[in-house]
T-cell receptor
Framework: GQSLEQPSEVTAVEGAIVQINCTYQ??????LSWYQQHDGGAPTFLSY??LDGLEETGRFSSFLSRSDSYGYLLLQELQMKDSASYFC?????????????WGAGTKLIIKP | DSGVTQTPKHLITATGQRVTLRCSPR?????VYWYQQSLDQGLQFLIQ???????AKGNILERFSAQQFPDLHSELNLSSLELGDSALYFC??????????????FGPGTRLLVL
C-alpha cells in the first residue's frame, strides 16, 4: 500500500532549528512536497523536491533521499508564527493519473 | 489569498440532509481537488477533476459526488449526512495534470457541522 509517516508532534524553542522527517512507501515517486497549515487555515505550499538533495527557501529547507525513501523539512531561526501543522505529500501515479499522497501532518509547537 | 474561492464558509445542517459545496479555481487552473479534514486530522483526498472530467478518486463515500462545470468551477454534493461528516472541506486547484512539480492552491475551506 501507499503510506507516508511523519511525527505527530514536535516541540522546539523560539530561535532554534527543528527538523521534521517524512518517510514514504509508494508504488511510484514523482516528487515530495511540503505544506504548512495554521490552525483554522488552509494548507499553503512550502517546497518541492524532485531530485535528491537540499532545496533552500529562506529560513526553510527541504531535503530528499530517494534511495532511502526519506525527506525532511528544516526550519531555522524559529519564530512563534511558525507554530503550525506541516504536511509532507508524495506525488504518485495510479493508473494513468497522478495524485498527491498526504502524510497525517506534524504539529509544530514553539515555546518562547 | 490563493485565488481559490469556496462557498459557503460555514454550513450547519441536520443528519439526513443534503448540501452542496462550491469551489472556483484560480484563473487558468484546470485541475480541481476536493479534500476532507476532520478535527485534528490530516487531509483526506476525495476526488480530482481536470477540465471537466473526473481523473482520480480517493476515499470518497458513495453518498458524496462531485462535478466540474464548463466554466471550471466545481461542486461537491454530500447527501444523507451523518454526524461523522462534520469536517472542513477544502478545494484546491493546480495548473498541472502530469507528474513533476505541482503546487496545489487551497481555498479557505467550508466548515460543515452536522447536528
Amino acid at each position: 500500500g501507499q503510506s507516508l509517516e511523519q511525527p505527530s508532534e514536535v516541540t522546539a524553542v523560539e530561535g532554534a532549528i527543528v527538523q521534521i522527517n517524512c518517510t514514504y512507501q509508494t508504488s511510484g515517486f514523482y516528487g515530495l512536497s511540503w505544506y504548512q497549515q495554521h490552525d483554522g487555515g488552509a494548507p499553503t505550499f512550502l517546497s518541492y523536491n524532485g531530485l535528491d538533495g537540499l532545496e533552500e527557501t529562506g529560513r526553510f529547507s527541504s531535503f530528499l533521499s530517494r534511495s532511502d525513501s526519506y525527506g525532511y523539512l528544516l526550519l531555522q531561526e524559529l519564530q512563534m508564527k511558525d507554530s503550525a501543522s506541516y504536511f509532507c505529500a508524495v506525488r504518485d501515479q495510479r493508473d494513468s493519473n497522478y495524485q498527491l499522497i498526504w502524510g497525517a501532518g506534524t504539529k509544530l509547537i514553539i515555546k518562547p | 489569498d490563493s485565488g481559490v474561492t469556496q462557498t459557503p464558509k460555514h454550513l450547519i445542517t441536520a443528519t439526513g440532509q443534503r448540501v452542496t459545496l462550491r469551489c472556483s479555481p484560480r484563473s487558468g487552473d484546470l485541475s480541481v481537488y476536493w479534500y476532507q479534514q476532520s478535527l485534528d486530522q490530516g487531509l483526506q483526498f476525495l476526488i480530482q477533476y481536470y477540465n471537466g472530467e473526473e481523473r482520480a478518486k480517493g476515499n470518497i463515500l458513495e453518498r458524496f459526488s462531485a462535478q466540474q462545470f464548463p466554466d471550471l468551477h466545481s461542486e461537491l454534493n454530500l447527501s444523507s449526512l451523518e454526524l461523522g461528516d462534520s469536517a472542513l472541506y477544502f478545494c484546491a486547484s493546480s495548473s498541472k495534470l502530469a507528474g513533476g512539480r505541482e503546487t496545489q492552491y487551497f481555498g479557505p475551506g467550508t466548515r460543515l457541522l452536522v447536528l
